[in-house]
C-alpha cells in the first residue's frame, strides 16, 4: 500500500478538511498518475451532501484528473513515466457485458465503478478521487492528453467535456441543426464550445441574462433567457436538440415547447425527480426525452483527440486546495465562469 492525502468530507454536512489515506500498488495493468490539477464538477457537491442518497464516507471527490504517470504495471502498453494522462469519473468496470464490450463501460451491466464515492471491484474498499496526490486506475479507465492544449483547462474535459460531447454526437449534431444547450455552468458552457465546433446554430439558453456577453465569446449565436416568456414563444417549434444541464429537478415543459418536430432535448444534469411532463407536449411533434451518462472510455479519448483538433479547453477558475470550501459555496451560488480547477501543488 503507498500513503496518499487530499482532502475528504466525512458526512453530508461537514466541510471538506486534509485526510490521510491508502491507495493499492500499481498491479500489473495499473497506470499511477501523480496528480496536477482536479477540476470541481457540480456532482462532487451532490454527492458530498447525499443529494442522491447513495454517499460513502469517507469521501475524497474528484473525478476530472489530469497528472503526469510516475509509474506503470509491467503489462501497461499505452502509458510510460512521463506521459500527460486523464482519469474521469470511472476506474472500472467489469469489461465484458454487453456495455462494455460496446465502449460504453458507464452503462456496464454491474454498474462501473466511479472514481470516488464507489468500491473497488471485487471488495469493499472505498474509492477515493482526485482531490488528493495521486490515483492508481487500470490502464484501460486512462486517457492521454494532446500535446497542444493548456493541461490545467483540460482537467474539466475529463467529466464536463465528456458528458456533453456524447450526446451531442449521439444526435449527430452537424451544420443545419439548431441546437440549444440549458444552463451556462461547467457542463453547458463545454455544451457550447463543442456544438459549434461541430457546425451547429447554438442558442444559449440561460436564467441568467448577464452570462450573454460570455455566451456569445465561447461560440453562441444567439441567448434565449429561459425566464422571458416572449423569447421563449419567439423561438417555439424551432430547435432540433436541445442539451438540459440544469442540476435540479425543474419544468421541462417549456423546453419541449421549442423543440420541432422529431427534436430530442438529452438530459444529463437532474440525476433526481423532474417536475411532471404532460404528455401532449411529447405526443404533438413526436419529441422525445433522453438521459445521457459521461461516456465511454473510447469515446472520451476521441473527445480529448477533437478538443486537440479543435482546440477547445474548458474556461478556468484556479484555486488552491485550501479554498475549495468557498469555491463549493461559490459554485451552489451560480457564480463560476466555468470551471473551478484545483492545482494540486498547493496541497503539498
Ligand atoms: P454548474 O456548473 O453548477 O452549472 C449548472 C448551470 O445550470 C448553472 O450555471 C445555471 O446556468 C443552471 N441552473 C442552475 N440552477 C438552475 C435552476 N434552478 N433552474 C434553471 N437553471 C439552473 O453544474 P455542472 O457541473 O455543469 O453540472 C450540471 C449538472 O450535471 C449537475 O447536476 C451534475 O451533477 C450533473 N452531471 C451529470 C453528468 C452525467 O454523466 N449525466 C456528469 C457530470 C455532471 P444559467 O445561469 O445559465 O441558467
Ligand atoms: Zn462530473
Redesign the pocket.
Same mark, same amino acid.
Given at each position: 500500500m503507498a500513503h496518499a492525502h487530499g482532502y475528504a468530507v466525512q458526512d453530508a454536512k461537514s466541510p471538506l478538511v486534509p485526510f490521510q489515506f491508502e491507495r493499492r500498488e500499481p498491479g500489473p495493468h495499473d497506470v499511477c498518475v501523480d496528480i496536477l490539477y482536479c477540476g470541481i464538477? =457540480?456532482?462532487d457537491l =451532490?454527492q458530498a451532501r447525499n443529494d442522491w442518497s447513495n454517499s460513502l464516507y469517507p469521501m475524497v471527490p474528484g473525478h476530472e484528473i489530469v497528472g503526469r504517470v510516475s509509474a506503470v504495471g509491467a503489462h501497461v502498453k499505452n502509458f510510460k513515466v512521463g506521459d500527460i494522462a486523464g482519469v474521469g469519473c470511472m476506474v472500472d468496470s467489469c469489461r465484458q457485458c454487453a456495455a462494455c464490450n460496446a465502449d460504453l463501460e458507464q452503462y456496464c451491466a454491474e454498474g462501473a465503478t466511479w472514481t470516488y464515492n464507489g468500491t473497488e471491484r471485487g471488495s469493499d474498499k472505498l474509492t477515493f478521487g482526485g482531490y488528493s496526490d495521486h490515483v492508481v486506475v487500470e490502464e484501460r479507465f486512462v486517457v492521454k492528453v494532446p500535446g497542444n492544449l493548456d493541461i490545467k483547462a483540460v482537467a474539466p474535459l475529463l467529466?464536463?467535456g465528456i458528458?456533453t460531447y456524447s450526446p451531442l454526437r449521439h444526435v449527430k449534431v452537424g451544420a443545419g441543426q439548431k441546437v440549444g444547450v440549458i #444552463?451556462?455552468? #461547467?457542463? #453547458?458552457h463545454m455544451g457550447v464550445k463543442f456544438a459549434k465546433a461541430m457546425g451547429a446554430h447554438v442558442v444559449m439558453i440561460?436564467?441568467?441574462p448577464d452570462?450573454g456577453k460570455d455566451a456569445k465569446r465561447l461560440g453562441a449565436d444567439d441567448i434565449l433567457v429561459s425566464r422571458d416568456p416572449a423569447a421563449m414563444a419567439q423561438h417555439a417549434g424551432s430547435f432540433d436538440f436541445l442539451l438540459n444541464? @440544469?442540476?435540479?429537478g =425543474?419544468d421541462v415543459n417549456p423546453y419541449l415547447g421549442l423543440l420541432k418536430l422529431d427534436g430530442k432535448m438529452g438530459m444529463?444534469?437532474?440525476?433526481t425527480a423532474i417536475d411532471p411532463i404532460i404528455g401532449g407536449n411529447l405526443i404533438f411533434g413526436r419529441k422525445s426525452i433522453f438521459g445521457? #451518462? @459521461?461516456g465511454g472510455m473510447a469515446e472520451t479519448q476521441e473527445m480529448l483527440d477533437f478538443c486537440g483538433k479543435h482546440n477547445i479547453v474548458s474556461d478556468v477558475e484556479m484555486i488552491a486546495i485550501k479554498d475549495v470550501n468557498h469555491a463549493w459555496e461559490r459554485?451552489e451560488k451560480?457564480d463560476?465562469r466555468?470551471r473551478f480547477v484545483i492545482d494540486m501543488a498547493t496541497l503539498a
Open positions: 464538477c =457540480h456532482s =451532490h467529466c464536463a458528458t #444552463g451556462l455552468g #461547467g457542463l #453547458g440561460t436564467t441568467s452570462k444541464t @440544469i442540476p435540479v =425543474h444529463v444534469g437532474v440525476l445521457s #451518462g @459521461i459554485m451560480n463560476v466555468y
